[in-house]
Structure formats: C-alpha cells, structure tokens
C-alpha cells in the first residue's frame, strides 16, 4: 500500500473523527482473542477493545464505530451471555468512542472529565498544520455520565480495573486501563502499532507528554505484561520500551534543529527521520511526525474546546 498523501491523511482521520457514516462496515469481521485472565481484546475498524468478561458481567473499554456496534454486541455474546455493566473511553476520537449511544442504553460510560467536554463541545484535531479539522460536538447519549478528574477503579470479575489520567499525550484526556489481576494493560492511543504516532495537538497532546506518560506507566508494569495497544497486535513491555525510545530520539533530532535555526521545510527536505524510517507508515509519515514535532515544540498548538452554535 502506498502512503497517503497529506490530503488522504486528513480524509482518513476526518472518516474516524465522524463515525466513517459513509463508509461500508458490512465486510468488518470482529476478531475476539484472550489475552490473558478475564481479559479479552476486539479487533474491528479503529481501536482496540478491551473487554474484562466475568461472572459478574463485562467491562469494555472503548466501543469502535456507531455501525459496528451490533457486531461488537454479537462478538461478546460469542463469549457470555453476561451483560455490560460499564464502558471506558480512553480518549474521546471517534473510532474509539462511535459506539457509546449504542452501548450506553445497556451501562454507563466512564471517563476522563476532559473526554465528555471535546465530546459534547467538539474541538480542533490534528497537528495544527496540515493534518487538521474539527470533531463535531456529541450528542447527549454518547456522552460519558461517570467522569473522573486523576483515576477511577472499577471493582468487578475479580479484578480492581483502574482507569489512570495521563495529561497531554496523543489528547489531554487520556486514560490508561490497568487489569492487574490478568497482569494486562490497555494504553489506548498512547501507544500504537502501526508506526509513528498520531498526537493530537488540537485536542491537547503532546510529544512530551506521551513520552511522559510511558516513562510514568513502564515501572508499573510486571515484565511478562501483556499490553493492548490502541492499534495493533498485543504487545509486549519491550515494544513500549522501542517506541518510547523512537519518541524520544525524533523529538531531540527535531529540536536539535530547530536550535540551529532550521524551518520545519529543512527539516523534512533534510529527512532528519530518515534513521527511524521503519516508522513511517499510511497513516503517519515521516514528513507528517516531522510537522507535529516541530508545532509542538515550537508551541503551535491551541488545546482550548471550541464552542458550536
């Protein structure tokens, strides 16, 4: 596949931003694998779910698409007959958070204070620069009734399944999802598979943030943990040590020539992440993390929600 240009960047996240409604989900199989415990992970269109499946029912966090949903309700019931009692965002983009009217009717959504007002005010996306648009406000069923400002522990299936804020990574309403007993992790956007990562300025993230983050999370975490990622296979704790490692290596490559002047068109026309090109991928290339360094770094960014008449 090639990369897509900058224009089909836009496109593709616009499409997750509003619930892909003109696309075609009929062919979207919804795979189910154990990951260890009472854990379970979902893979469709978008993000991964995670889903603790107990006798005393089931916890998902995020919810893909608003078209996908009686698929995903399918796929559980693949698995038990149990109800949802909650859901968790762990972040507030479309492709993880289009099922919450559906799931709702059935349990509350819980999430970061931060997720249910981009939610229902809408905010910029993007990197400020080339990748931008704007998430459209929610309406009132899709917003998250449970919200927490630091972390929230949800007792049940024999698990203490805490969700933990982490200010300003891929958005400023990011929570990490800890299954301690089943010894696994749900970093949502905060670690991805499928290449550079995309961080959300407009919605409030951060390079530095996201690397703050894994730096935090990493220590917390047993050696054989086994880590769902927002996109992509489940990993394991040396794959978030590589892409930490990454982060840290492109943002100082940037800096470093930003101090000498450099304007963000050197610095791509030098392909200064040439030596991380294994990262480059469809949706983020090396131009594209380029871009969102440097805005980043060089405080391009407004993180403010936006109000909608």
């Known amino acids: 596949m090639r990369k897509l240009p900058v224009p089909g960047l836009v496109l593709a996240f616009a499409v997750s931003l509003t619930f892909a409604q003109d696309q075609d989900f ?3 199989q919804i795979k189910v694998t154990k990951v260890a ?7 469709g269109a978008g993000g991964n779910i995670g889903a603790s499946v107990g006798d005393d029912g089931i916890v998902i966090v995020d919810d893909q698409y608003a078209p996908l949903a009686d698929k995903i309700q399918a796929a559980l019931k693949g698995v038990t007959d149990k109800p949802i009692r909650f859901i968790i965002n ?3 983009h479309g492709d993880h958070t289009g099922g919450n009217a559906y799931f709702q009717k059935q349990a509350p959504i819980i999430a970061h204070d931060n997720v249910r007002k981009r939610l229902e005010e809408g905010s910029k996306v993007g990197n400020l ?7 459209k406000p929610q309406p ?3 917003l998250p009734i449970i919200t927490f400002d630091h972390d929230v522990t949800v007792h049940l299936n024999g698990e203490d399944i805490r969700a933990l804020h982490f200010p300003s990574g891929h958005t400023d309403g990011d929570s990490i999802i800890f299954f301690p007993k089943s010894n696994v992790v749900h970093m949502g956007d905060d670690f991805v598979r499928y290449g550079f990562p995309f961080i959300d300025l407009g919605g409030g993230g951060s390079v530095e943030g996201m690397i ?3 730096d935090e999370v990493i220590p917390k975490l047993p050696p054989d943990v086994k880590v769902i990622p927002g996109h992509g296979a489940v990993s394991n704790l040396d794959d978030v040590r590589d892409y930490v490692k990454m982060l840290k290596e492109t943002r100082a490559v940037v800096e470093k020539g930003m101090q000498q002047g450099k304007t963000l068109a050197q610095l791509q026309q030098e392909k200064v992440l040439e030596p991380w090109k294994k990262w480059s991928g469809d949706f983020i290339s090396s131009d594209a993390f380029i871009e969102t360094i440097y805005n980043d770094l060089s405080g391009k960014k407004d993180g403010k929600l936006i109000k909608h008449n």
Do not use: C, F, I, R
Not at 37 to 43: H, I, W
Not at 129 to 135: H, T
């Open 26 to 28: 009929s062919k979207v």
């Open 37 to 43: 415990g009472s854990v379970y992970m979902l893979e």
């Open 90 to 92: 762990t972040h507030y």
């Open 129 to 135: 620069g080339s990748v931008q648009m704007e998430a």
């Open 140 to 142: 009132k069923e899709a």
């Open 212 to 214: 703050a983050a894994m």
